[in-house]
């Protein structure tokens, strides 16, 4: 580990390539859900809810089948898709909370994509929960390369949909609707969306920009505004209300509230967050400046059981086996959309074998710029554009550190899970042919013993231990 934390900790230099402004240098912007699973949009199979405007992003670009998230929990899957580092070398692994409100911070060693595209020439900008540190360390947003931050930099903040404040960059914003989790009158995705649009708005298309967008939608708790899109979707389910922590005097800031209706909520948020996509499309359309912007649209881990949240209803893990905080293929594949009018093909798909730690170097080449940081991704910008032979990954790999920690390896047809790895870390592996078997229902490492220790021997050589993060027993 101080082999690799040294590695990152030296003095990382970029070389810039073809630095001038052209159009060639998209505009990019990365819409990330929150705890949306595989089948919760109608292009991945979804019947219960409707999601017109997602939908639209597969149908006039890309949709990529076998995409995976950084892992199968929030702070450590976003570090992932920010470091373009695997779970087994990234520098955040976990939800390790802070005092007095935030999470560990990524260190300042550490070179994020937005820094990398900023240094490119890039305005950079996020909107929505941020989780990899709190104000003022070295691991706020905007000490990470974000010129621009608005939302919820506290993961345990943002189980709340009507909190008592957000940040703007270093300033708290007191919402004197929510004080003390007594009222709830100021919805915070909506009040995320404004500044977001506001942000497209002030875009000339002189300068690209980097716009990541980490909604909270739809994360537990199950609460929306009730207005029409929740219309749409009250009483049209059998419902068994979920009784919570409700908003008042002796509320807790990380609690769920109560839910008379919560698959009609569940259904209300995720469109919502549907809504919230045309508006942004709208928006780039409206100011000439979809042609020259990739959108990508995928989601931080599979679906989530809290709050009365209702997964095998909806059917949202696509018929994958497992959710959030399971590393099989439900709770770390996830929808994965590319959009560039004019360079992806419309109503294209792609069976390219990606994962967050993707994103940084296929970002990197589309901006013209290279960083000599360490890095387990591979660009798939010819899987976007057509053009070129796509590199190939040998094997992707992903490590949790609850439940008694695991690790999973996928490698072409093959997929291997270990469990209880920090009791045993050098435990039995679960082998499964996806190909055949892709709900993971046939444990096949009995029949091939070769191939589940080679899997297995993958897993350990692709875990470089982390004194913050420990996986394996001290």
Same mark, same amino acid.
């Given at each position: 580990?101080?082999?690799?934390?040294?590695?990152?900790?030296? !003095?990382?230099?970029?070389?810039?390539?073809?630095?001038?402004?052209?159009?060639?240098?998209?505009?990019?912007?990365?819409?990330?859900?929150?705890?949306?699973?595989?089948?919760? =949009?109608?292009?991945?199979?979804?019947?219960?809810?409707?999601?017109?405007? =997602?939908?639209?992003?597969?149908?006039?670009?890309?949709?990529?089948?076998?995409?995976?998230?950084?892992? !199968?929990?929030?702070?450590?899957?976003?570090?992932?898709?920010? +470091?373009?580092?695997?779970?087994?070398?990234?520098?955040?692994?976990?939800?390790?909370?802070?005092?007095?409100?935030?999470?560990?911070?990524?260190?300042?060693?550490?070179?994020?994509?937005?820094?990398?595209?900023?240094?490119?020439?890039?305005?950079?900008?996020?909107?929505?929960?941020?989780?990899?540190?709190?104000?003022?360390?070295?691991?706020?947003?905007?000490?990470?390369?974000?010129?621009?931050?608005?939302?919820?930099?506290?993961?345990?903040?943002?189980?709340?949909?009507?909190?008592?404040?957000?940040?703007?960059?270093?300033?708290?914003?007191?919402?004197?609707?929510?004080?003390?989790?007594?009222?709830?009158?100021?919805?915070?995705?909506?009040?995320?969306?404004?500044?977001?649009?506001?942000?497209?708005?002030?875009? +000339?298309?002189?300068?690209?920009? $980097?716009? $990541?967008?980490?909604? +909270?939608?739809?994360?537990?708790?199950?609460?929306?505004?009730?207005?029409?899109?929740?219309?749409?979707?009250?009483?049209? $389910?059998?419902?068994?209300?979920?009784?919570?922590?409700?908003?008042?005097?002796?509320?807790?800031?990380?609690?769920?509230?109560?839910?008379?209706?919560?698959?009609?909520?569940?259904?209300?948020?995720?469109?919502?967050?549907?809504?919230?996509?045309?508006?942004?499309?709208?928006?780039?359309?409206?100011?000439?400046?979809?042609?020259?912007?990739?959108?990508?649209?995928?989601?931080?881990?599979?679906?989530?059981?809290?709050?009365?949240?209702?997964?095998?209803? %909806?059917?949202?893990?696509?018929?994958?086996?497992?959710?959030?905080?399971?590393?099989?293929?439900?709770?770390?594949?996830?929808?994965?959309?590319?959009?560039?009018?004019?360079?992806?093909?419309?109503?294209?798909?792609?069976?390219?074998?990606?994962?967050?730690?993707?994103?940084?170097?296929?970002?990197?080449?589309?901006?013209?710029? /290279?960083?000599?940081?360490? =890095?387990?991704?591979?660009?798939?910008?010819?899987?976007?554009?057509?053009?070129?032979?796509?590199? /190939?990954?040998?094997?992707?790999?992903?490590? %949790?550190?609850?439940?008694?920690? /695991?690790?999973?390896?996928?490698?072409?047809?093959?997929?291997?899970?270990?469990?209880?790895?920090?009791?045993?870390?050098?435990?039995?592996?679960?082998?499964?042919?996806?190909?055949?078997?892709?709900?993971?229902?046939?444990?096949?490492?009995?029949?091939?013993?070769?191939?589940?220790?080679?899997?297995?021997?993958?897993?350990?050589?692709?875990?470089?231990?982390?004194?913050? $993060?420990?996986?394996?027993?001290?």
């Amino acid at each position: 580990m101080k082999t690799f934390l040294l590695c990152l900790s030296v !003095s990382l230099s970029f070389i810039l390539v073809n630095y001038a402004q052209t159009p060639s240098r998209p505009n990019i912007v990365v819409i990330l859900a929150d705890d949306l699973g595989y089948g919760d =949009i109608g292009v991945n199979g979804q019947k219960r809810i409707k999601t017109p405007n =997602i939908d639209r992003l597969a149908k006039e670009g890309m949709q990529f089948t076998q995409f995976y998230a950084g892992t !199968s929990v929030c702070a450590p899957s976003r570090s992932s898709l920010m +470091t373009g580092q695997h779970t087994g070398h990234t520098y955040i692994r976990g939800n390790k909370e802070v005092k007095p409100e935030g999470q560990q911070p990524i260190a300042d060693s550490v070179v994020t994509m937005a820094e990398l595209l900023k240094k490119a020439g890039y305005t950079t900008a996020a909107f929505g929960k941020w989780g990899l540190g709190p104000v003022g360390s070295e691991g706020d947003p905007t000490r990470q390369g974000f010129d621009q931050f608005y939302g919820y930099n506290c993961q345990a903040l943002a189980h709340r949909y009507y909190p008592d404040h957000l940040w703007n960059n270093g300033q708290k914003v007191v919402l004197n609707g929510n004080q003390d989790l007594k009222q709830a009158r100021d919805y915070a995705p909506d009040l995320i969306q404004k500044q977001a649009l506001q942000f497209l708005n002030e875009q +000339t298309g002189k300068q690209p920009f $980097f716009l $990541f967008l980490p909604y +909270t939608l739809p994360h537990a708790e199950l609460l929306v505004p009730d207005d029409s899109l929740f219309a749409q979707y009250k009483g049209k $389910f059998d419902e068994k209300p979920f009784n919570g922590a409700d908003y008042g005097p002796d509320a807790k800031t990380g609690g769920y509230t109560s839910q008379a209706y919560p698959r009609a909520t569940f259904a209300a948020m995720v469109a919502r967050l549907d809504l919230y996509v045309g508006q942004l499309m709208a928006s780039l359309k409206a100011k000439g400046l979809d042609q020259n912007t990739l959108v990508i649209f995928t989601s931080d881990n599979g679906p989530h059981t809290e709050g009365g949240a209702d997964p095998q209803f %909806f059917n949202s893990g696509g018929g994958f086996r497992g959710v959030k905080r399971d590393l099989y293929e439900g709770g770390i594949r996830e929808p994965f959309l590319a959009c560039w009018p004019g360079v992806i093909n419309p109503g294209s798909k792609s069976d390219y074998m990606g994962a967050f730690w993707d994103l940084f170097p296929t970002f990197a080449e589309l901006a013209g710029a /290279k960083s000599t940081t360490p =890095i387990d991704g591979l660009s798939f910008v010819s899987s976007l554009t057509g053009r070129g032979t796509q590199q /190939k990954h040998d094997y992707l790999y992903w490590e %949790f550190h609850e439940g008694g920690g /695991k690790q999973a390896i996928r490698q072409g047809k093959w997929k291997a899970v270990r469990l209880q790895v920090v009791q045993n870390p050098k435990g039995l592996v679960e082998l499964y042919d996806l190909s055949n078997d892709p709900g993971e229902t046939k444990n096949l490492a009995a029949q091939y013993p070769d191939k589940a220790d080679e899997l297995g021997r993958l897993m350990t050589s692709s875990h470089v231990e982390s004194t913050l $993060f420990p996986l394996v027993k001290q």
